[in-house]
Nanobody, 122 residues
Framework: QVQLVESGGGLVQAGGSLRLSCAASGRTFSRYALGWFRQAPGKERDFVGAISRTGGNTYYSDSVKGRFTISRDNEKNTANLQMNSLKPEDTAVYYC???????????????WGQGIQVTVSS
């Protein structure tokens, strides 16, 4: 198993910034692509962005492109989601996930963190 733990969530004002971190343990983190998803109340869990095993390729949803940046440090078994220019519609529980390949579907990821709340006020 791969264990993933998110941290860095909280409450920020619209236009502000927040950085989420995902710490991994268990199996070697560098063997997996990493995805970020989010789920707002009453909504399905939607794709935010993903990064390849080596960090050479990234992909973002249209709703966050240009505002969010995914990075990873395989030596420290850590991945980050830098969120800038936050909007109220970004409010959700954010999840990191690990899988064999980069992808936009939940089924493409095998391991999930417990999620962390991000709230953006008007």
């Amino acid at each position: 198993q791969v264990q993933l733990v998110e941290s860095g969530g909280g409450l920020v004002q619209a236009g502000g910034s927040l950085r989420l971190s995902c710490a991994a343990s268990g199996r070697t983190f560098s063997r997996y692509a990493l995805g970020w998803f989010r789920q707002a109340p009453g909504k399905e869990r939607d794709f935010v962005g993903a990064i390849s095993r080596t960090g050479g390729n990234t992909y973002y949803s249209d709703s966050v492109k240009g505002r969010f940046t995914i990075s990873r440090d395989n030596e420290k078994n850590t991945a980050n989601l830098q969120m800038n220019s936050l909007k109220p519609e970004d409010t959700a529980v954010y999840y990191c996930a690990a899988g064999a390949r980069i992808g936009v579907d939940r089924d493409e990821y095998d391991y999930w963190g417990q999620g962390i709340q991000v709230t953006v006020s008007s």
